[in-house]
């Protein structure tokens, strides 16, 4: 179980303890097989060139930290609204697909969520598990971030979850152009890792 710890809203991330592994690749393996093309992004590098955050001074962040019990690499997403606000913290990026050659095609978006065991600090000592039931809401838009939800799903998070939890969240009809891959959690934190859009050429 990861832990976070924070006092009042000074946060600061200890060491995370063993988290179920997922096995590789098991996030995809229900993917067609004759995907012709896709976008992976587990946030290595630097994600800030990649991904646009927005958050509210005092009331939500949204960062990249070297985590330490990511499901793949060393840097997630981590989206942290503090209860009971009711503003959210968001981040998205653009991606473009090609059509696969052959046919009609169809779409599909998956990534991997966690919810930390958040511990209230009270003078210097651990009190208690933070009581909020956090949600995150994954979807792919049509075109930038305030373009037309294709197709999306949102998921509240149990207060202890012990493992990355693989999730399929969009699948929709393939489009020509610019997509935007638009996350948003509220009312608590939401660890996200390795995002995925693929296309395949629609089953007869």
Not at 141 to 160: D, Q, V, W
Request: a neutral charge; glycine letters at 8%.
């Amino acid at each position: 179980m990861s832990e976070i710890h924070r006092t009042g809203r000074a946060r600061s991330a200890v060491a995370a303890a063993a988290v179920l592994a997922l096995v590789g690749g098991g996030l995809f393996a229900a993917s067609p097989a004759n995907a012709a093309t896709s976008v992976t992004d587990n946030f290595e590098g630097n994600p800030y060139q990649r991904w646009t955050t927005e958050q509210v001074r005092g009331s939500s962040s949204v960062e990249f930290p070297d985590f330490g019990a990511t499901q793949s690499g060393v840097y997630a997403l981590l989206i942290d609204a503090y209860p009971p606000s009711v503003h959210s913290g968001r981040a998205y990026r653009s991606v473009t697909l090609d059509r696969p050659i052959g046919g009609a095609s169809w779409c599909y978006a998956a990534a991997f969520v966690l919810r930390p065991a958040v511990l209230i600090v009270r003078n210097g000592e651990l009190d208690e598990l933070r009581p909020e039931k956090p949600s995150v809401t994954l979807q792919i838009r049509s075109g930038g971030r305030t373009g037309p939800s294709l197709s999306g799903t949102t998921y509240e998070l149990p207060a202890r979850q012990t493992a990355w939890r693989a999730e399929t969240f969009a699948s929709f009809a393939y489009q020509s152009g610019p997509l935007t891959v638009d996350i948003t959690a509220r009312s608590g934190q939401v660890l996200v890792d390795d995002v995925k859009v693929w296309c395949a050429l629609t089953p007869r």
